[in-house]
């Protein structure tokens, strides 16, 4: 049983690792000579430009930025309360309120990349005075690590769904 408890443990830290990563890391899109995220677009890997309401389609960057910084606290706070159950539940008992709020976590990392995905094309082509030299690019380890931080986390909620605790 230790070693299960060191497992989803440990599982849950990376989930949570991996959506920090995702999120403040500048590497959701990526060429030769640039790379960009929902955050700031750097070309020459010096010339930065934050993301601000002056670009168009800023809305739609704000629901990504908005709704991976709710799945990363939605993580941290799931494991926050995993640790309180783990001493306050009677043996038999599920850990329902953990999985919930990180299958919530789960679902909002889910949204921010597919908003992501669907909608960078709109967001280059819309704002080509800072993405002029991003028409090469491909997804960058960031957007990957997104969604497999989704997976991740759907797994570890649904983990806490079916565990109880034991002795």
Request: glycine fraction near 4%.
């Amino acid at each position: 049983m230790l070693v299960l408890l060191a497992f989803i443990i440990a599982f849950h830290i990376t989930s949570a690792a991996l959506l920090f990563i995702a999120t403040i890391d500048n590497a959701w899109w990526v060429g030769d000579e640039f790379f960009a995220d929902v955050w700031r677009i750097c070309t020459n890997n010096t010339n930065c430009t934050v993301i601000s309401d002056s670009f168009q389609e800023y809305s739609t960057l704000q629901a990504v930025q908005a709704t991976m910084i709710l799945s990363t606290i939605l993580c941290c706070i799931a494991f926050f309360i995993f640790v309180l159950q783990l001493f306050r539940l009677k043996q038999g008992e599920r850990f329902v309120l953990t999985s919930i709020i990180q299958l919530m976590a789960c679902l909002c990392v889910m949204i921010a990349a597919s908003i992501y995905t669907d909608r960078r094309e709109d967001i280059h082509e819309k704002n080509m005075q800072f993405y002029y030299m991003t028409e090469g690019g491909s997804y960058g380890y960031s957007y990957i690590l997104a969604w497999v931080a989704f997976a991740c986390t759907f797994v570890s909620g649904m983990m806490y769904l079916i565990l109880r605790k034991r002795k």
